[in-house]
């Protein structure tokens, strides 16, 4: 499997890429804080919210969850490349890295 670096996502989503970012956490964790952009597929539902969430399997799809111990990245990407997903990648480092090197989150609140 790819991997994408902080840097490498920063500069994709400053120039408009075109891709998905998929957020391999529980829906409270998405809320209290995601990457611009990310969709939240539960690491237990891909299989039933892929389709509907990410319908085209030729874009780049970047998978990240809270840190590199968490294992829920690695688990989406690979649950993905087996539904034919072609150009999945992982940010490994995660959210966490994100958030401390000062870049953006969107915060959805409760609901």
Known sequence: ???????ELR???????????VEALGEKY???GHIPGALQIDVNEVQ?????????KGIRTVVYCANTECRNSSKVAHALEGLGYEDVREYVEGKQDWIEH??????????
Do not use: C, H, Y
């Open 1 to 7: 499997m790819k991997s994408i670096t902080r840097d």
């Open 11 to 21: 500069d994709s989503l400053i120039m408009n890429e075109k891709m998905f970012i």
């Open 30 to 32: 998405w809320k209290d």
């Open 48 to 56: 039933d919210q892929a389709t509907a969430l990410l319908p085209d």
């Open 102 to 111: 000062g870049l953006p989150v969107v915060i959805s609140g409760a609901q």
